[in-house]
């Protein structure tokens, strides 16, 4: 969609928006949350659909949206079970039809406000604009400064420019969402895929508000795995660090066992140093487990491409044409 056409369509309130909201265990305030969010979109355009993706809820979130009067802006697509958020957002940004799409979370942390602000930028000629968020403070230490090291880690071992404290709330344009359809893969990192296929982008700050019910089930745990994927999605340094140590400790033996010859044939055989011994083959030992553990890290997503599975399956979907 040209410049022009982007304003005007805006200014019309014409605009085809898809909203895409994955959510797990929302059954709290996901009628609340729909209410609301149907309000401030028909006021920004009379084109809309809110794409709710369920992930496998264990409690009756789907059921209560089920009980919803019918409604042709609500749509539903209900996962088999949890594939995770990656994978939700990747159904549901499959299924929308509109020329911009906003993805967002159903536990009124990312602002409706800045619905307006998104829509002027794209209007403007950004394709993605996406939500910063101020500050972390409301994280534990340990989340806060795991978060700013992974950011650091990512722009120096990736080629991907992915902005720090950038999360999944943000706009993109038509273009973008057809490039991301092309994407294959089944292991997901969204936010190194939104930063790969680069266009035209902008960042907004927002301050992130107080969760409306329940607590967030990303632990350190599942944060810590979602690195792990973002590192091995998106980078092979790891791989050529351990092929420079493995260098690096061959280099050392070699100068080791030369020095150790040369003292053998000046001034003969000492006693053999035991725990000298124990202690190289242990380290030794240690270095070949980590690097066979960070090879497996790859070997593993590798196995997982190559059985070709669909990336999701659903059980339910309401509201799209048949």
């Known amino acids: 969609m040209q410049l022009t056409e982007r304003k005007l369509s805006l200014d019309n309130k014409t605009v085809s928006l898809s909203c895409v909201v994955p959510v797990f265990n929302e059954e709290a305030v996901i009628l609340e949350f729909i209410a609301a969010l149907q309000s401030k979109l028909q006021a920004l355009t009379e084109h809309f659909e809110i794409i709710i993706v369920d992930d496998g809820s264990r409690d009756y979130t789907i059921e209560k949206i089920l009980q919803m009067p019918k409604n042709s802006h609500v749509k539903l697509l209900g996962l088999s079970r949890n594939f995770g958020k990656e994978i939700a957002l990747t159904a549901g940004l ?3 039809s509109g020329d911009v799409v906003i993805c967002m979370d159903a536990d009124f942390q990312h602002p409706f406000e800045l619905f307006p602000v998104f829509l002027n930028h794209w209007a403007n000629g950004y394709d993605m604009v996406y939500g910063v968020r101020y500050s972390r403070k409301s994280e534990s230490y340990l989340k806060r400064n795991f978060a700013r090291m992974f950011y650091w880690l990512m722009q120096k071992i990736t080629k991907i420019d992915m902005p720090e404290n950038a999360g999944d709330f943000r706009l993109m344009d038509r273009k973008i969402l057809d490039a991301l359809k092309q994407f294959p893969e089944r292991t997901r990192f969204m936010k190194g895929l939104y930063a790969w296929v680069g266009f035209k982008k902008i960042g907004v700050p927002f301050e992130v ?11 350190f745990t599942r944060l810590t795995e979602l690195a792990i994927t973002g590192i091995t999605s998106f980078s092979d340094v790891p791989l ?33 140093g035991f725990p000298t011994l124990v202690v190289a083959i242990m380290f030794l030992g240690g270095i070949q487990l980590l690097s066979i553990g960070i090879l497996g890290e790859y070997i593993a997503r590798i196995f997982t491409e190559v059985k070709q599975r669909p990336k999701y399956l659903l059980q339910i979907k309401e509201g799209f044409p048949e």
Not at 209 to 219: F, L, M, N, V
């Open 209 to 219: 508000k107080e969760r409306a019910a329940g607590k967030s089930s990303w632990g």
């Open 240 to 272: 050529r660090v351990w092929g420079f140590i493995g260098f690096i400790i061959s280099l050392g033996s070699l100068i080791y066992a030369i020095y150790i010859i040369t003292v053998t044939m000046l001034y003969g055989a000492d006693l053999p």
């Open 94 to 96: 499959e299924h929308a």
